[in-house]
């Protein structure tokens, strides 16, 4: 064989691997690293749920109950956000029937292992939550404060502890804050846990309106635990609900002056409108997207989201969570990102889509 | 020690090492060679990523896993030094290799955000540096083996979530490299020979991380 030949079968070899192989491309699948995949541990953190009122449907009781559930949510609490102040500073509901109904339902679900919390909402009785100023005056008057803490221990006798959930307040409610918080931990703890809902400030001065209503170094003498609230990240243009690294610094800001804290993680989900915006359940979401014959697609941080026409042409985008993305973000707050210590709060039961906790505490430690 | 003993202890032994007897068929030859090669990963490295400001917050230069395996292909090039016709010091070199194949987006986590990335753009640079083997001939065949050390850097494209927006990601890798170079050639003519070369990488960010396989042209005695 000359070395012509030879020289020529050579480069032909090399010539047809390279056209056989050509270059990378895309598969168009994801493969999930965050994680270590979908059969790996997820990081195993203390969780808890929030009810938005005093009432389990019994969807959501079932909900509760389930082994899944009670995996993801041990050494947690169900927060009952249902406590409200009303005018003259004195918390409800104050009716007997209403305060029986809550003993029990508290008491059931202490059966099932959970630790229960009444989270003191501020809304007036129609349910519709107090401008930050009508709140801010709430707390400036030390009579207000007075009655509540005076009427706050009658309701709150069947909980474990109490959370507070103050919105929207300007930024000179903060001495009232710290004042309100202090008054309300004599009578709260130590018997019972006294937590307070933080807005999710990423910045010193706070980046939020109203985020320095809230001093986390004044509050945390007086506060078992701090729920940073990472929640409705997309507010003018749509967008997932809650952003992971946004939501770690957040945390990240919040530790730097207590240790306690939780990162919240949203279960319901928004539509986006030329009206508004409009939470939305997991099962909305579905049957919007099966309505509108339009494709559940993903953004880039997992969540599903749905565009459609509404009645009249009206363009939707419909951000929302499943048990996909969910774990795609805790299994994203692996320990050393933020340390395990760091609890999760799960924000709107009943919102969720019906495989999360199951999937979730499949792949729990 | 003085400058004088300096002196007279350095120049003993470079007469030591110019005038004791020596083997009077030694000699060497320096050798080109050019390769085409593909090559596989075990295991893609941990990339680092630039830092990089999205709509959400500021990312410092994090670590990202990207973990699968990989297929590529390339080309490289070499010079080496034989003596004696039986020993080989590749001296310096190079490779440059691509990713091949179809590749799954792989997601995964940068300091708490959602990153997406993408090994079909991997690219992969050698730099070798010197090292040490053996050959041996049969006729037209010659056969050799050698380990020789060098670094490698690789690079990604990628992405990180910023709610609904995303950010590009550039991400790099580096490591230090050994490996074992095996080659089967048969000589073409008095100074051109082509040869299989099977190249395992004992050290390539991990023990034992993959090889590389290809055909080599080699100029040279």
Redesign the interface.
């Known amino acids: 064989m000359t070395t012509k030949r030879l020289s020529r079968h050579a480069a032909c070899v090399a010539l047809a691997l390279g056209a056989l192989v050509g270059c990378g491309s895309d598969s168009g699948g994801q493969r999930e690293e965050v994680g270590l995949g979908a059969d790996t541990a997820l990081p195993s953190r203390t969780a808890s749920v929030v009810v938005d009122g005093c009432v389990l449907d019994t969807w959501t009781r079932a909900t509760l109950a389930s082994a899944g559930a009670k995996r993801v949510l041990r050494g947690g609490e169900v927060i009952l956000l249902c406590l409200v102040p009303r005018e003259d500073g004195t918390v409800g509901p104050r009716d007997p029937s209403a305060r029986a109904a809550l003993a029990g339902l508290t008491e059931d679900l202490k059966r099932d292992g959970y630790r229960v919390h009444f989270g003191v909402a501020f809304t007036d009785e129609s349910g519709q939550r107090y401008d930050g100023a009508q709140t801010r005056a709430f707390l400036q008057s030390p009579a207000w404060r007075q009655r509540l803490k005076e009427t706050l221990p009658l309701v709150v006798e069947p909980a474990d502890g109490v959370e507070l959930d103050l919105q929207s307040l300007p930024n000179d409610a903060r001495p009232f804050v710290t004042a309100l918080v202090a008054e309300l931990a004599a009578v709260v703890r130590p018997a019972r846990r006294l937590n307070v809902f933080v807005p999710p400030s990423v910045t010193e001065p706070s980046d939020l309106p109203g985020g320095e209503a809230f001093s986390r170094k004044e509050l945390a003498p007086h506060v078992d635990r701090m729920r940073i609230m990472t929640l409705d990240y997309s507010e003018q243009a749509p967008g997932p609900t809650i952003d992971p690294g946004w939501a770690v610094d957040a945390v990240r800001r919040a530790r730097g002056d207590f240790l306690n804290v939780d990162v919240s993680y949203p279960l319901y989900g928004t539509d986006f409108g030329p009206r508004g915006r409009r939470p939305v359940v997991y099962h909305d979401a579905i049957a919007i997207a099966a309505l509108a014959r339009a494709p559940i697609e993903r953004g880039p941080t997992g969540a599903p989201f749905v565009s459609y026409s509404a009645f009249g042409g009206e363009v939707h985008q419909l951000w929302f969570d499943d048990a996909e993305s969910t774990a795609r973000a805790l299994g994203a707050w692996s320990g050393d990102v933020l340390p395990l210590d760091v609890g999760v709060l799960f924000y709107g039961l009943g919102a969720e889509d019906p495989a999360l906790f199951e999937r979730l505490g499949a792949r729990m430690p | 020690m003085t400058r004088s003993r300096v002196v007279t202890v350095a120049a003993s032994f470079v007469a030591s090492a110019s005038l004791c007897a020596s083997d009077a068929r030694a000699d060497f030859d320096f050798q080109l060679g050019t390769s ?1 090669s ?1 090559a596989w990963v075990r295991r893609a490295p941990d990339f680092t990523s630039k830092a990089v400001t ?1 709509s ?2 500021e ?1 410092g230069a994090k670590t ?5 395996s990989l ?1 590529m ?1 390339g080309f490289g090039g070499d010079v080496e030094l034989t003596i004696d016709d039986r020993w080989k010091v590749p001296l310096f070199g190079g490779n440059f290799h ?17 990153a ?7 690219i992969r640079g050698d730099f070798l540096l010197p090292g040490i083997g053996r050959r041996w001939k049969h006729r037209r065949n010659m056969w050799a083996a050698a380990v020789r050390s060098g670094f490698s850097v690789a690079g990604m494209a990628g ?8 950010v590009p990601l550039e991400l790099t890798a580096q490591t230090f490299l050994l490996q074992l170079e095996l080659e089967g050639c ?1 000589r ?2 008095p100074s ?1 020979r ?1 040869c299989l070369q099977v190249v395992p990488r004992l050290y390539d960010h991990q023990l034992l991380n993959g090889l590389t396989f ?2 080599r ?1 080699e100029w040279g005695q």
Do not use: F
């Open positions: 085409v593909g999205t959400a917050r990312l990202a896993r990207a973990g699968s297929a292909i691509w990713a091949v194949g179809e590749y799954d987006a792989a997601i995964t986590s940068l300091d708490g955000s959602i997406r990335l993408r090994p079909w753009t991997v992405s990180v979530a910023a709610g609904a927006e995303t048969r073409l003519d051109t082509v290809g055909l042209m």
